[in-house]
Structures are given as C-alpha cells and as structure tokens.
C-alpha cells in the first residue's frame, strides 16, 4: 500500500521534520501512525518528499525523517474541466472525482441555466469548499500535484481560456446538433485541452455560439447523457487515458 500523504507549507529536504497542527493531528490522532511507518510529504504543486515516521508526541506533532526528496513534471498534457456550476453538494462530489481521476485545472462556470447561483458570501463560501474538497481528494488518491480551482467565471470570461487552448471542447449530447465522439477525436501531443461541462439543462443555444466563436467544437461522451456532476469525470477518464497518463 502506499504511504498516506500529508501537506505542508514548504517541502523539506533533508533530516528531520516536524509535522504538527492539523496535519499533524490527523497522522497522529486518526492514523494512529507509529514509528517506522513510511509517508510522504507534498505542497500539493508537484514537489514531495519519502519520510519515515521517528516518533508520535502528544495528539498532534509525527516526528519524520527525510529519506528522498523529488518534484514531478508538469504533464505533457494538461486536462482543465469547466464545470456548470451544479445543484446542492453535486459540485463537491464532481471535484473530488475528477481529481481522483487526475483532471489537471477545475473552472467553475456560472452557466445560463445554473439554478445555483455564486454570489457574495456564498460564492466565496461555495468556491473555499471547492478548494478544499479537491486538496484532500489529491491527498487521498496520493497526488502530489492538486488540481487548482480557479474563480468562478460567466460565459463572457470563459472565452479567452477556450480560445488560448490547444483544444477547446463542449460536451453537448443533442441528436439535433451535430457533434463528434471524443473517444476518436484527434488530441494534442502537448499543451492543454479544455472541456465545458454544461447545468442540468444544458448548454444554451447563445453559449454554445459564444464558445464556437472562441474556438470550441461539441463532442458526445457516448450513446446517454450523463449529469453534470459525473459527466466531467467520465471525458476526463477518456483524455487521460488516450494522452496516456493512464496506463
């Protein structure tokens, strides 16, 4: 099994290292990690560090020897996923699996159709949970590089990201409009590839011109349509394993 992975500030590169506050309190407190134990230390943007557990003090402080020190490439290609923003806690459930699944940048997108709206207080309040759900999904599918989540966006502001990618795409399942499989679609060797994912009601007629004009082409996942807060996870599944980041 691999070692459980904790977050810090800063990875250390050698010797001795304290990881105490909550961190500090979850190995000790709910891991019940004991000496002799192996972990791994992590910023969460791609540097880590292999530790060996020396001692457990008190509820909340794991004493850890350094042993190796490593920081993972940056992939050749970058899956971002913007999401419409979905009802309830559906959008928390949509972060932590595509970022078990290894989506690269998650966008939330204040579509037409949304019926949750982010606004004030409780965007900011929505976006934190976001955030946080997908820090401790990279934790415990044992990344050590986290999907960042980004401001939430309009329509309006999402065109330049589509237009800068190496390929924008839409997923948008209606017999009535033309659409390609992205199981064959033809990919990037390299740079980043954007998939929207539309609300419940899916894509508007205006959205989809707007993200047309900036470069973006519709693309099915497969013969049903999928919800929203899974259907992200399920194309990024498909791009990760044809960009072979899956194998």
């Known amino acids: 099994?691999?070692?459980?992975?904790?977050?810090?500030?800063?990875?250390?590169?050698?010797?001795?290292?304290?990881?105490d506050g909550a961190e500090g309190r979850h190995a000790v407190s709910v891991k019940r990690l004991r000496?002799?134990?192996?972990?791994?230390?992590?910023?969460?943007?791609?540097?880590?560090?292999?530790?060996v557990v020396v001692a457990a003090e008190g509820k909340d402080r794991l004493v850890v020897r350094v042993t190796a020190t490593a920081t993972e490439d940056e992939p050749a290609v970058r899956i971002t996923v913007v999401q419409a923003l979905p009802k309830g806690d559906r959008g928390e459930v949509a972060v932590e699996t595509m970022t078990e699944t290894g989506v690269d940048a998650i966008v939330p997108w204040q579509a037409a159709r949304c019926i949750t709206q982010w606004k004030g207080e409780r965007?900011?309040?929505?976006?934190?949970?976001?955030?946080?759900?997908a820090r401790e999904a990279g934790k415990q599918s044992r990344r050590v590089r986290f999907p960042e989540v980004h401001e939430a966006r309009t329509t309006k502001q999402l065109a330049p990201l589509l237009a800068g990618a190496d390929l924008a795409m839409v997923l948008h399942e209606d017999r009535d409009h033309p659409s390609e499989a992205l199981a064959t679609a033809e990919l990037p060797a390299s740079g980043e590839i954007v998939v929207v994912v539309g609300p419940e009601g899916g894509v508007s007629p205006d959205e989809l011109a707007a993200f047309a004009e900036a470069g973006a082409r519709p693309y099915r996942l497969g013969a049903s349509v999928l919800r929203t807060s899974t259907a992200g996870t399920a194309a990024a599944a498909v791009l990760l394993s044809r960009t072979g980041r899956w194998s």
């Not at 000496?35 to 530790?51: F, I, M």
Request: no cysteine.
């Open 1 to 19: 099994m691999t070692a459980p992975v904790f977050v810090v500030d800063k990875v250390p590169g050698g010797g001795e290292y304290v990881l």
């Open 35 to 51: 000496a002799d134990e192996r972990v791994t230390l992590t910023d969460g943007a791609g540097s880590w560090a292999d530790a």
């Open 123 to 133: 965007g900011a309040k929505s976006l934190a949970k976001w955030r946080s759900t």
